[in-house]
């Protein structure tokens, strides 16, 4: 080309492009008068020159940095980031409609998804094929999504991170909740506009009824931007979009503690556990923050006294095969040298990861360890980001709600716009069919006399002043309307269609109105498809709710058997029986598992655990494991970091360390030390020294009191000494103490310990199920270490047994009694004779043969009733007999029949002779 070809310099690059844009570079010689020509001789060539059309002279920087924005709006706006009214991304949004345009229906058979993926493709989506497939088979993974909106047929992927099968294998249908997104999508509902080759139209978004960006969250990565939204519980979602409308008027006054009341946080379609509400209140406050996600984890004891981890949660978007395989790999760096093995336990009825840990190891530490170092625990960074208006913004939890009530608000105008108007059209042609119905013969003589259909229109027209729509609709009215019935079904039709048009123009005129439209829509998705919370929130001691808000003030029953099992049970879950009765159910144990202690306390107290070696642990009552009336519990390896070969001996409820001044603890072997109470109100995790133990001696008592009672050692051959308080100095935490009772012979030991009330009885019951209550005042106070009182028929030990148990109760108290094989029974104290101290007593419990009592636990009335208002129905009396209140102090026993609450019946706690027959209730 030639060398004289000129362009306009730029000599101030720091102007903008922009303002370059109307200089047009100098046209090449093109006139007849000559000029730089092609050939450079300044002759013409044709009058025209180089025809290159306007040349602008651009830096390059800003050349690149206006393609660039244009292809980062592209990927912003037309592929990475969510529509904030349906939740889609725009491939999302085409497989569903292809899919729904291809008739896709839940109740439709499958299609293959290469069909699906080539509808898309050639209609809608001009980008690969995995692109569209990936994207389809997202949306049908129960891993992925919290509402499937895909019902995928095949393999389409697992949580270990394997690929969906080819297409060409795979089947899909839309799933019953994505019918919610596209319904009334026919009705004028949403824009639409033209496909990549304008030869087809599309929806730029869906009516969608369902709450998708908040229910099933979405992830994407644009330029320059990000998003990640968390799935969360339609149900919850249902009740703040519900909120949020009763609410209208103060809508962007209302605060997060109010939306929080309905939606709690997060949920994840793989569940697991969010620690703390510090993150999910500033992801809902600002659309910004991080939430701790940990693994549902347990720990369970097998073979050989060792201890394994099972895994059946792990947080979202963790792959579980890549999860393992960093197990494998830190064991091998020796960095988690606490396991022996690994397995992958996983089948059809869910995940189960097994981590065997090694003999000695410490449960709780490694499991710790196992959350330090892999992903068990993660962080779910939230960035609410999303399209509105075409422009990303980041939303709050009351901005999305808000967003999402003002697009169904939109959808529902324009569907009831819609609706008035094909019913205005058809009152229009009935309008026009009355007229004819009216003037039938003249009509018909009309018809008749014209030359052709449209003579017939024209002449109906000017003679009955119809429209054109109307004269066509007479036209094409066939002969059998024109019967009575018929025609008074036309009649009926057109009042109908009036009263619509009432209501149509009703809702249009009252927002209020659609307002409510939209929230019994939100409610019936609520009960059609809502369903519990899979992901469980924990709140921490720094959130501004504290655990105790979290956790209900019930009554329960706290069980520990000899193999180191503990579980807390609702306290009605065994209904009380009669004196005697049989029992029913309460643990599966394993063989020479038996049930040593069982308590009774309420879900916020605490619980303090004293161990064989003189240790003290402590725990409330709602972190232990919470099982059913049968189940076989949990290891206190669970609950407690005990060390190796440490086992627990007694424990103590405390609801309240101000309640007493002092804790007295007693061994086995007789020896008794009083402390302060205050020094175990802040035990740390590891345990604190309580006291020192004698070789082969065990501490299985403690007991709270206030300076200046009463207490009463009871021994396994029948003995009971009553001595004083003060004759049992205030000692640390190191020392040993000194001895209660004096013993009988190696084989007698210490059953029983209490505090001796005023007006009190002493229940004493015996390994064969025989029992009594006699009056403390029977039992006369004599100084520490000595024998004191026979409490029992010392003659017929062989036939009672030895005493297994002995408590302080007062009438109205309630007593649980476990036997060796699991069985439980609940009666009245009042319900056991009361005798004098050395009588056998009565059958407390009819034993099986082999059975013996193993453990005794006492509910005392004010135990009970404690944190119950005195103006209704008590715990106690539900828990009496699991009835219903008739009126006053009835209650309903089984029979149906009503009975006075503390009273005597005919068939429910008589008291019997020693002698009578015992009474079977049934198990």
């Not at 506009?193 to 979405?218: H, I, K, Q, R, Y």
């Not at 009432?502 to 659609?514: Q, S, T």
């Not at 029979?895 to 020693?914: I, L, T």
Request: overall charge negative.
């Amino acid at each position: 080309m030639d060398d004289n070809l000129d362009f306009p310099r730029d000599d101030d690059p720091g102007n903008d492009a922009d303002s370059q844009s109307n200089e047009i570079a100098a046209p090449i010689a093109a006139s007849t008068d000559g000029g730089a020509g092609m050939n450079g001789d300044g002759a013409a060539t044709n009058g025209a020159g180089l025809n290159a059309g306007n040349v602008r002279n651009v830096l390059i920087e800003q050349e690149m940095r206006t393609a660039y924005l244009d292809y980062a709006m592209s990927v912003i706006v037309a592929r990475a980031l969510p529509d904030a009214r349906d939740g889609l991304k725009p491939v999302h949004r085409r497989i569903l409609y292809a899919m729904h345009d291809m008739g896709l229906s839940p109740s439709s058979p499958y299609k293959k998804s290469a069909r699906i993926v080539g509808e898309v493709l050639g209609k809608y989506h001009p980008h690969g094929d995995s692109a569209v497939y990936d994207a389809m088979a997202r949306m049908a993974q129960d891993f992925s999504l919290r509402y499937c909106l895909v019902d995928g047929q095949g393999n389409f992927g697992s949580v270990d991170g394997d690929s969906p099968a080819a297409m060409r294998y795979t089947e899909a249908r839309l799933s019953r909740i994505a019918e919610t997104m596209l319904q009334d999508i026919e009705m004028d509902t949403v824009d639409w506009t033209t496909n990549f080759d304008d030869s087809l139209e599309e929806p730029t978004v869906l009516p969608a009824m369902l709450p998708n960006m908040l229910v099933n969250g979405t992830s994407g990565i644009a330029v320059g931007m990000a998003t990640n939204i968390p799935p969360h519980n339609l149900s919850e979602v249902a009740d703040a979009v519900a909120f949020v409308i009763d609410n209208w008027e103060r809508r962007n006054e209302i605060g997060l503690e109010e939306l929080m009341e309905f939606v709690k946080g997060p949920d994840f379609p793989t569940g697991g556990i969010i620690l703390g509400n510090e993150g999910i209140k500033q992801a809902f406050a600002t659309g910004r923050g991080k939430v701790l996600v940990r693994a549902q984890t347990s720990i369970e004891e097998i073979r050989g006294g060792r201890f394994a981890i099972i895994v059946t949660e792990i947080p979202y978007q963790v792959n579980k095969s890549t999860l393992i395989e960093r197990m494998a790999e830190l064991v091998r760096e020796d960095k988690l040298d606490m396991i022996s093995d690994i397995r992958d336990e996983s089948d059809r009825t869910g995940m189960r990861i097994v981590i065997e840990l090694k003999r000695n190891a410490a449960p709780k530490k490694a499991r710790n360890r196992l959350f330090k170092h892999t992903q068990l625990q993660t962080s779910f960074g939230v960035n609410m980001l999303a399209l509105v208006n075409g422009e990303p913004v980041t939303m709050s939890l009351r901005r999305a709600l808000l967003v999402y009530i003002e697009h169904r608000f939109d959808v529902l105008t324009r569907r009831t716009q819609f609706q008035l108007a094909k019913a205005r059209e058809r009152a229009h042609i009935l309008e026009g069919l009355r007229i004819a119905l009216e003037f039938l013969d003249e009509v018909i003589a009309v018809i008749r006399q014209s030359e052709s259909a449209d003579a017939a229109r024209t002449a109906l027209m000017e003679r009955f002043g119809l429209t054109q729509v109307q004269a066509q609709a007479i036209l094409d009215l066939q002969l059998r309307r024109l019967a009575a019935l018929e025609r008074q079904k036309i009649e009926d039709e057109y009042q109908e269609i009036l009263a619509r048009i009432a209501y149509y123009e009703d809702l249009l005129a009252n927002p209020d109105k659609i307002r409510a439209l939209i929230r019994a829509d939100i409610l019936t998705l609520k009960e059609k498809f809502g369903d519990p919370r899979r992901t469980a929130i924990v709140g921490d001691a720094s959130g501004d709710f504290s655990e105790e808000d979290l956790i209900a003030q019930n009554n329960v029953l706290i069980s520990y058997s000899a193999g180191a099992y503990i579980k807390r049970m609702s306290s009605d879950a065994f209904r009380a029986q009669n004196r005697g009765g049989r029992g029913i159910k309460g643990m599966t144990t394993r063989s020479e598992d038996e049930v040593v202690d069982l308590l009774f306390a309420r879900t916020l107290d605490h619980i303090l655990f004293f161990t064989n070696k003189g240790r003290v642990y402590s725990s409330r009552v709602y972190e232990l494991p919470e099982g059913s009336r049968t189940a076989r519990g949990m290891h206190i390896a669970n609950v407690l970091n005990l060390q190796p070969d440490e086992t627990v001996t007694t424990m103590l409820v405390v609801p309240d360390f101000e309640m007493a001044d002092y804790i007295t603890l007693l061994t086995r072997q007789g020896r008794i030390k009083r402390m302060e109470l205050n020094v175990f109100a802040n035990i740390r995790s590891v345990g604190l020294i309580a006291m020192t133990l004698d070789e082969g001696d065990s501490l299985d008592w403690a007991r709270l009191t206030k300076g200046g009672e009463d207490f009463i050692v009871v021994t396994r051959r029948g003995r009971a000494l009553r001595f004083s308080e003060e004759d049992v100095r205030p000692m640390g935490r190191a020392a040993a103490g000194v001895m209660a009772i004096r013993l009988q012979g190696a084989d007698d030991e210490v059953v029983g310990f209490d505090v001796a009330r005023p007006d009190a009885e002493l229940l004493v019951v015996h390994t064969h199920g025989y029992g009594k209550r006699t009056p403390i005042s029977e039992y006369t106070a004599h100084s520490r270490y000595t024998q004191g009182n026979w409490a029992t028929d010392h003659t017929r030990l062989e036939e009672v047994g030895p005493i297994v148990a002995a408590r302080v109760v007062d009438p109205q108290d309630q007593i649980t009694v476990m036997t060796a094989n699991g069985i439980v029974l609940r009666t009245r104290v009042d319900g056991i004779r009361a005798a004098g101290r050395i009588t056998r007593g009565v059958r407390v419990v009819n034993l099986a043969e082999g059975d013996a009592v193993a453990a005794v636990a006492v509910m005392t009335y004010a135990d009970l009733n404690r944190g119950v208002d005195d103006g209704g129905e008590t715990h106690a009396d539900l828990a009496l007999n699991g009835g219903e209140t008739v009126n006053g102090n009835d209650i309903v026993n089984d029979n149906g029949s009503a009975m006075d609450s503390y009273g005597d019946s005919n068939s429910d706690f008589a008291v019997e002779d020693e002698e009578a027959p015992v009474t079977k209730a049934e198990s």
